[in-house]
Every structure is written in C-alpha cells, then in structure tokens.
C-alpha cells in the first residue's frame, strides 16, 4: 500500500484514492490509516450506533445516528488541515442529508454534529483521550463518549465553556449523557 508521504491540504485529502479499501483520516496534513480494529471494537460500534437510531425512532427525534460514515474536520490552528472520522456520529438529519451530493464531512466553520464516539484500540488510546478530545471540544460538539474496552469504562465528556467536563462510568453504573436522558445502560452491558 502506498501512502501520500507529502503533506496534502484538506481538498488534496478529499480527492485522494489509493486503490483500496482503507480510509484515512487527515492528521496535520499527513495521511493516518484507521485499523479496522477488533471484532470487539466493531460490535461495540454496531452496538451503540443501533442504541441511538433506537433511541432517535423511539423519541421522534430529527436525528441520525452513523457509523463510520462522517468525517469533522478541525480548524486550522497549525500549519496543515485535520479531519477525523468517528466511530459514531448523531447529527441532525437535515444535516445528513446536506452531506448527499458532497464529501460527508463537516467543516469546523458548519453546525457540529450532536455527539461523536470514539471506541478506544491500544493503537488509538492516546489519540481518542487527549487529541481528539482536544479537537471535538474545539469544534464545540457537544458531547464526545470515548468507549474503552481494555479498561472497561465509558467516559462521556461533555462540553462547558470550550472545554469537556468528564464523567467516568464503569461496572454497573448507569450512564448518564445529556443528549440522550432516557438512555438506560450500563458500561457491564457495553463490555458482555
């Protein structure tokens, strides 16, 4: 597989195809391929991508929930562009439908999406808690859950004044998230 090894702008990264199935995610101008991860990981994406379409029908909300499937790119604070992709993204429906004739991604300049998950892999650990978490609340997306497997906690940031407000669950405690009160989970339920 060959990567672009130059730094590309945000346009170059939207163009670019390789010839296989890999996508990747913009970090600073440089290419970044996401792993597919563990048959774990996935389950855990499909778990809860279908816990908020759920919830979203049950609620009549005018939301979608999607998995894989949006890219937010970050405002340029350093020389180069970032766009991540996350693991699971809420964002309005007439916001998704927005995205039909383009590049699904949101710019920082657009309205964020409602909530992103990140579901953590031991190559993703630092990048989920400290990077991302630094670039979503700088795009102000409300609320950011960050799913992790090896510790077996669910940590939902929640966005106040610029920066995430943390909460930390784990074991049999219920999860408490402001975009979806009604939700009744547990980290045990995400884990088994």
Known sequence: ?????????????????????????????????????????GD??????????????????????????????????????????PDVTVLPVEQWQNLANREAVIDFNETPPILVVEVVSPSTRKTDYRSKRTEYAMLEIPEYWIIDPDEQIVTICTLMDSFYDASIFQDEELIISPTFPSLKLTPKQFFN
């Open 1 to 41: 597989m060959t990567i672009a090894t130059e730094k590309m702008s945000f346009q170059q990264y939207l163009q670019y195809h390789d010839d296989t199935d890999t996508l990747y995610e913009l970090v600073d101008g440089g290419l970044i391929p996401m792993s597919l991860g563990t048959g774990k990981h």
């Open 44 to 85: 855990i994406t499909e778990f809860i991508n279908d816990l908020f379409k759920s919830i979203i029908k049950q609620e009549n909300l005018p939301w979608t929930s999607k998995d894989m499937k949006v890219g937010v790119r970050s405002p340029r604070g350093r020389k180069w562009d970032t766009s991540r992709i």
